[in-house]
C-alpha cells in the first residue's frame, strides 16, 4: 500500500516538475490503481445503506477500487483550487477516521490518521485566504 501511494504521489510530483499531460497522467494513475487493487487491496462487497443487504462485488471489485482511487485523487486536486477546501475536506476526514479507526483503542492506522490530522493543521495554517501554499497534484 505504501508502494502504491509512493507511485501514485510520484506521478503527481513529476507532473509538478514537468507537466506530463492529461492523457498521461490519468493512464498512469489508472495503472497505479490497477496495480492496488490487483495486489494490495479492493473494494469487495457493497452494502446497501437503506436494506442492508450485501452485495458481493467479484471480480467488478477491481474496477470499482480503480475508479475510486482514480476519481478520488482527481477530486482532491481539482477542489485544491479554492483556498483551505482541499485542505479542510481532507483534514475532517482523517479525523473521522482516526475515530472509525481507532475502535476505542490506540492502533497503527489511527495514529497515522491522527498524524496526517497534525500535518494538514499545519498546512492549513498557510492555505487559508490569502493562500500562500497549494498541495499540488
Avoid: H
Avoid at 502504491?4 to 507532473?15: E, I, K, S, V
Avoid at 483551505?84 to 475532517?92: I, K, Q, R, S
Avoid at 498524524?115 to 493543521?121: R, S
Amino acid at each position: 500500500m505504501v508502494l502504491a501511494a509512493l507511485a501514485m504521489f510520484g506521478l503527481g510530483f513529476a507532473d509538478d516538475l514537468r507537466p506530463l499531460g492529461a492523457r498521461k497522467k490519468l493512464l498512469g494513475q489508472i495503472l497505479i490503481a490497477a496495480v492496488a487493487a490487483c495486489f494490495v487491496a479492493r473494494i469487495e462487497t457493497f452494502q446497501n445503506p437503506a436494506t442492508g443487504v450485501i452485495y458481493p462485488l467479484g471480480w467488478w471489485g477491481v474496477v470499482v477500487t480503480v475508479f475510486w482511487l482514480v476519481a478520488f485523487t482527481n477530486l482532491i486536486n481539482l477542489i485544491d483550487g479554492i483556498d483551505g477546501l482541499a485542505g479542510g475536506l481532507a483534514l475532517m476526514l482523517m479525523v473521522l477516521l482516526a475515530y472509525v479507526g481507532s475502535g476505542g483503542e490506540p492502533n497503527l492506522p489511527a495514529f497515522c490518521t491522527v498524524t496526517m490530522a497534525g500535518a494538514l493543521v499545519a498546512f492549513l495554517r498557510f492555505n487559508f485566504p490569502p493562500a500562500r501554499i497549494y498541495l499540488g497534484d
